[in-house]
């Protein structure tokens, strides 16, 4: 579902694979040559954005954004100034792309000159201007029919300012009146110069809301208009920390919208989930035989079709990059996008005399929702709410790998939401899962007959909530037996010497969501034979949640991840009783954000190493990172457990018995091209 606005430029130019002209045009019916709108005001040039230092490959002197509402289409004008400084400049950056809709909008191109020597150039030839088809979203199997202007600039040298302009006129006729944009005020590269602004009828008021800057945009009134504008200068570059949430963006930005309430934004979208629709006679047989069932069970099918008999594939041309399908329609073709999916499974629950509405969710924004302005270009994702017996359900329709069974769904817990009701005036907040619906077990167990001999290795991982979930995709996604053989290049990581014994054993209980993978290894050397006997028992499982943060000093949080609960234990059954029991201890490292424990216990023969994790919250607070990493590092300390055993008493036959063993393994493994 493409939530999200359609208009796309790029005026700093990458290109990461070939696209095919789709033609060829001296002007088109996408795009002409015009000159600049009487309505923009032109920017006074700075001498810092007149010509560059030439310290950078590249410079950006001047960003200018302009927007019209004062007529029925849209109207966005940019002004860019860029000096390209040496080879590696010119080789990056001589090139325009331009992104538009032709569903709605068309092209204008105004100047494009090169300044040399101080001496202005014509380099805008319409014979050279290309318009290719692109999908940005092909790779989420979306597709809204985006196309984009490119123009490879003749001749340009080191030293050269490319300084040129250009509109995209019209806007999606889906948003009616609203008005809603973001524009950026920060990028990955220093500007000399930004100036923004918009122009709107009196009649037309707009809230704004700057993020991350102290300032506030000036207002000033032109007869029945007014101007909003911003002015920045020497606006430095801004890098994400890496690893940060999706919610916490570090570049600033500028917000406008029309709507003064979320209760308004659902007004908007409550239309649009109100296709004309005239049910199908395939689509009332479908109603028909969930009708016959008992609800629940009626629910539950109703929920699986549209999840799993659905495939995902967003057509978002025009109107349909937020309107849905007709139901019927999604029915006959057998694939919608999210929305699409939604609309279709309220539609059913309706029909079933279950209360259910379209939610729109951000899996960007998340719990942050209400701290930006109302707007429809907040979302970029559709699941559904049903309630039933008193209790609400957030099923996401777009998630195929899911528990059957109702309650044991995992919710689609995307933070704040807008229910597309008659009656929502606020965003509500979607419960948010706890580790104890999130879990994996993990039970290690190491049977040794002697000191000598391969060593049996059993794995028992049992997943429940979302990593069930996220295991039923991962197997959907490969075989079986691709499975099993990452699993086998897995744990050599830490035995280099094991092998597979037997085939991986999956018990998917899709009714309790409850997800049970079971291997078996032999590890051949894992006694090591030095000047004593030496053994490692290491807690993986664990290893891969205490993960470190590549950076330290930070401006944003550093992601977690869901809430997830991990138990590892690890069981080595000796040959005889070794007496360990001095070893026993228990350890435990906790603060806000995660709670690690350790035991180590040896009872009759079997020494018990166990390890569990649990993340308290979602992310860490950039300004507690560094003791988070102390904490960290000292719980990767005990990850492993090492121990040499003194005279490991061992009749000599043990050593010819290892040897043939090993000798079978070896063969059978030469034979079978590790284990495929």
């Not at 250009?166 to 889906?174: A, D, H, I, T």
């Not at 470190?548 to 059954?573: C, D, F, M, W």
Request: hydrophobic share 40%; charged share 20%; glycine share 4%.
């Amino acid at each position: 579902m493409l939530l999200s606005r359609l208009y796309v430029l790029l005026f700093l130019s990458f290109v990461g694979a070939f696209v095919a002209p789709s033609s060829f045009a001296a002007e088109s019916p996408l795009w002409r040559l015009s000159s600049k709108p009487q309505w923009v005001k032109d920017a006074v040039l700075s001498a810092d954005s007149r010509e560059g230092q030439g310290i950078e490959s590249m410079e950006v002197l001047l960003s200018d954004t302009q927007v019209s509402l004062l007529n029925q289409d849209v109207h966005y004008y940019r002004h860019l100034r860029i000096q390209l400084n040496d080879k590696v400049g010119v080789d990056e950056n001589s090139d325009i792309y331009i992104g538009f809709n032709p569903e709605f909008q068309h092209l204008e191109l105004h100047h494009i000159e090169i300044i040399r020597d101080g001496q202005a150039e014509n380099r805008l030839y319409p014979e050279d201007v290309r318009i290719v088809d692109i999908e940005p979203e092909q790779h989420n199997k979306l597709y809204s029919g985006q196309k984009q202007l490119q123009l490879w600039l003749r001749d340009i040298r080191a030293g050269d300012i490319v300084d040129y302009s250009f509109s995209v006129v019209g806007e999606n006729p889906v948003f009616g009146q609203h008005f809603s944009h973001t524009f950026s005020l920060g990028w990955n590269v220093p500007v000399k110069q930004v100036e923004v602004s918009i122009i709107s009828p009196k009649s037309q008021p707009l809230h704004n809301q700057i993020n991350r800057l102290e300032l506030q945009p000036k207002q000033h009134s032109e007869q029945q208009r007014v101007r909003y504008s911003l002015s920045l200068s020497d606006v430095p570059a801004y890098f994400d920390d890496g690893e940060n949430p999706s919610w916490q963006n570090i570049s600033p930005s500028w917000q406008v919208s029309s709507f003064d309430s979320w209760g308004a934004v659902a007004q908007w979208a409550e239309q649009l989930f109100q296709p004309a629709h005239t049910p199908s006679a395939a689509f009332q047989q479908w109603l028909a035989e969930l009708q016959k069932q008992p609800t629940k069970l009626a629910i539950e099918e109703a929920i699986r079709f549209v999840q799993q008999d659905i495939r995902y594939l967003g057509v978002e041309i025009g109107q349909n990059s937020h309107r849905p399908q007709a139901p019927s329609a999604v029915l006959s073709n057998r694939y919608g996008d999210c929305k699409d999916k939604s609309l279709l499974l309220v539609k059913a629950l309706n029909a079933l005399d279950v209360e259910a509405y379209p939610v729109l969710v951000s899996s960007y924004l998340r719990d942050t929702l209400s701290e930006h302005l109302p707007s429809y270009n907040a979302f970029n994702h559709a699941i559904v709410l049903l309630r039933y017996r008193q209790q609400d359900y957030w099923i996401d329709p777009t998630n195929a790998y899911q528990a059957s069974l109702l309650e044991s769904i995992v919710p689609a817990a995307f933070g704040q939401a807008l229910v597309v009701k008659p009656s929502t005036q606020e965003l509500v907040a979607i419960p948010e899962l706890t580790a104890a619906d999130n879990t994996l077990s993990v039970e290690q167990v190491f049977i040794a007959s002697d000191f000598r001999s391969p060593v049996q290795f059993k794995v028992s991982s049992v997943f429940t909530g979302l990593e069930a979930d996220r295991m039923r995709y991962q197997l959907a996604n490969q075989s079986q037996q691709r499975l099993a053989k990452s699993s086998v290049d897995y744990y050599q990581r830490f035995y280099p010497s094991l092998s597979r014994l037997g085939d991986m054993e999956v018990n998917d209980d899709v009714i309790s969501n409850r997800l049970q993978i079971s291997e078996q290894y032999l590890v051949k050397n894992f006694w090591e034979q030095q000047e004593q006997t030496v053994f490692h028992l290491i807690a993986n499982s664990v290893e891969h949640y205490l993960k470190l943060p590549k950076k330290l000093n930070r401006q944003q949080a550093y992601l977690l991840g869901p809430l997830v609960s991990v138990q590892q234990n690890i069981t080595l059954q000796l040959p005889y009783d070794i007496d360990f029991t001095s070893l026993n201890q228990q350890q435990e490292l906790q603060d806000d954000y995660f709670k690690w424990q350790s035991r180590f216990d040896y009872q009759n023969r079997l020494i018990r190493y166990q390890q569990s994790y649990q993340n308290k919250a979602i992310a860490v607070k950039a300004e507690d990172v560094k003791d988070y990493a102390k904490l960290i590092r000292q719980a990767r300390k005990h990850l492993e457990f090492a121990y040499s055993i003194d005279h490991a008493a061992e009749d000599k036959a043990y050593d010819s018995m290892a040897k043939l063993v090993n000798y079978l393994l070896d063969k059978k493994q030469a034979q079978q091209g590790e284990w495929q």
